[in-house]
């Protein structure tokens, strides 16, 4: 039974609503390539937004900002509207804020290397057990040395200062390799190469402002310009994992709720498992398990439930599977796992209409009273007031200009950080090693009564001419100290 308060999905044998306190037990839309998975995330974005309910979502295709933009009358529609019978339907977009890692598309959004924190770094550059240890010690050092760790720049010269002082810090923290130094900076470079040095910085976003509400009640949704993200896999599912983490962090423990706070959209989830190690995998089980304390729902989109770890699919308890095609073993192994995740509906097998549904149709399953899965509906999607296709470059524009939060995110900020404090204590170093080959150089000289310098003594001003250049630090901080002790 539902009432005027449930987010209307459409129509199988009866109407299929999801109950919006059940609506933070998270949920699952799977199913291949063109069945209608995008247009299905739509309806329940604006669905969530018309109960009041803030969405943060992932459009890595480029055609969910259509979302802020009311949807055209045609045949099609009004023939599936009738159909369904949505007797209160009318076109309309929904209060939408655009955002984008690079600035092209929407807000910058940012966090700084502190606030991801070594773990997630470590997922993002790929990095080996040892790797990931000598970042531990970077991230050790810059906390007991209150050094700031906001951008790549700020990582990158902490990690230089641990290699230059490998021996001091291998001591204290266990073997510091410069190898390990060396390995960690190259994958710096590649996230560099991809522009990813553009997630890094201040202002870092605020999670508060993704809980707000638009003036006429409603939830705004956030839009995520995610098609050149995605490029990037371990960025982009770093990313999204860092966010749904900051969330877990931050939120306060308010039980269950009439509706969520958030509700959370991961596209393209399987790009977050994919070959993360063990420890990821573990974090991701343990934010989506206890997310929805904090009035957080996540819905993941993939093509396949096998794409999902069992421990977090057995979290989703809100299912909606679109067509699957069922041509290989491997296919019919992914139709036979996505049949048994769902209350059987003796009305018919599920294995066999899971590679039946056309277009606009699937398999819908949602918790009802005390959180019990509703026996499985075949189910014709309702539409999308919102315009099914992107939003184009004028009306994207429109919507940035009367954003909320315009001006707030769209400037980087710059203050004293690691990199500059331990320029300036370099800086220092040079300055100090260049006095003291000045003195020795003239203590030498009245030695020798003026006399015409030795190839030695012209070798270490040339040297001293150097301090300026990594390749000069080096050397005074290297072979210059034996070197002057020889003259």
Known sequence: MSDDTDLFIGLGQSRVCLKPRYANRHGLIAGATGTGKTVTLQVLAEGFANLGVPVFLADVKGDLSGISQPGTPSPRLAERIERIGVDDFAFGGAPTVFWDVFGEQGHPVRTTISELGPLLIARLLELNDTQEGVLNVAFELADEEGLLLLDLKDLRATLQYVAEHAKEFSARYGNVSRASVGAILRRLLNIEREDGERFFGEPSLDIDDFLQVAPDGRGRVHVLAAARLVRSPNLYATFLLWLLSEL???????????????????????????????????????????????????????????????????????????????FTPKDQKAVRAAADTFRANPEFETADVITELGVGEALVSVLEEQGIPSVVQRTLIRPPTSRIGPANAAERAAILRASPFLGHYDHPLERESAYELLSQRAAAEEQAAAVSVESAAGRSSRARGGRRQSVGEAFVKSVTRTIGTQLGRQIVRGVLGSLLRRF
């Not at 729902?297 to 095609?325: C, E, K, M, W």
């Open 248 to 326: 877990f962090e931050r939120l306060p423990e308010v039980g269950d709720l009439d509706k969520p706070r958030l509700v959370f959209f991961f596209d393209e989830a399987h790009l977050l498992f994919d070959g993360a190690p063990k420890i990821v995998r573990d974090k991701v089980e343990q934010v989506v398990r206890l997310i929805r304390s904090k009035g957080v729902g996540v819905y993941f989109i993939t093509q396949s439930p096998l794409d999902i770890p069992d421990d977090v699919l057995g979290q989703l308890g809100n299912r909606v599977q679109h067509a699957l095609r069922a």
